[in-house]
């Protein structure tokens, strides 16, 4: 029964290249939700979606941010153009219907590191 | 404009004694809390919440006592072991924020807490 599953772990872009996050979730969820922690901060919300559908993206920078849940296959957080300031700790989380009843199940991260 | 606010940065105590961990929030709708443990390299692992209409709850060697009024939850841990040592979150939801469920949490900066043997 295996958790969420990030991957990769560690993550190194030069700036102006491209990061892709995987996230697969815990078998039976269907809900994927994306957090970013910055050095010396909480985590933050950027986004919230089920299979093929945003639902909230409230947190997500309007530009340069993407993030996907197909259908078939994990869900992707996607970065263009990386900048010295999205490196961060980016995390997953997953739970089997929209309400909190005993908190997310998070993933291990992607430690993005733009150089 | 942090609505969740964790001012200690750091605890230490001695195995076996009491921690007690604080958390502030400024956000008044805010109705269900959690309590998140972070090892290093490691996701937030789910402890223990609260619903806004309880002012305790317990599980085993943890509980969490939230105050209303005052807008202040905490958690106490009794007795404290070494495994214990962690960065401990304090988080928050709203029904209203999150369009009638409370998926979205509101994090504080996070408590690291060491536990000496």
């Known amino acids: 029964n295996a958790g969420v599953m990030q991957n990769p772990r560690h993550l190194v872009r030069r700036r102006g290249q491209e990061a892709r996050l995987r996230c697969s979730p815990m078998k039976g969820h269907s809900h994927v939700y994306w957090y970013r922690q910055l050095p010396e901060e909480g985590l933050k919300f950027m986004v919230y979606l089920q299979k093929e559908n945003i639902i909230d993206e409230s947190g997500m920078p309007k530009e340069r941010f993407s993030a996907e849940f197909p259908k078939e296959g994990p869900s992707i957080l996607r970065i263009q153009q990386v900048v010295r300031g999205d490196s961060a700790a980016y995390f997953c989380a997953s739970s089997p219907r929209q309400t909190l009843d005993y908190g997310y199940t998070f993933g291990s991260g992607t430690r993005l590191t733009v150089v | 404009d942090q609505q969740v606010k964790q001012n200690s940065p750091s605890l230490s105590v001695q195995e076996g004694r009491i921690s007690i961990l604080n958390c502030d929030y400024t956000?008044?709708?805010?109705?269900?809390f959690l309590w998140y443990k972070k090892y290093p390299a490691e996701g937030p692992t789910f402890l223990i919440s609260?619903?806004?209409?309880?002012d305790k709850n317990e599980d085993g060697r943890f509980t969490v006592f939230l105050n209303k009024s005052a807008k202040h939850l905490s958690l106490h841990i009794v007795p404290s072991q070494p495994g214990d040592s962690a960065v401990y979150f304090c988080?928050?939801?709203?029904?209203?924020?999150?369009?009638?469920?409370?998926?979205?949490?509101?994090f504080g900066k996070g408590t690291l807490l060491t536990v000496n043997p």
């Open positions: 988080a928050a939801s709203a029904v209203i924020n999150s369009g009638g469920s409370n998926y979205k949490l509101t």
């Open positions: 609260i619903s806004s209409i309880k």
């Open positions: 956000n008044s709708m805010f109705d269900y």
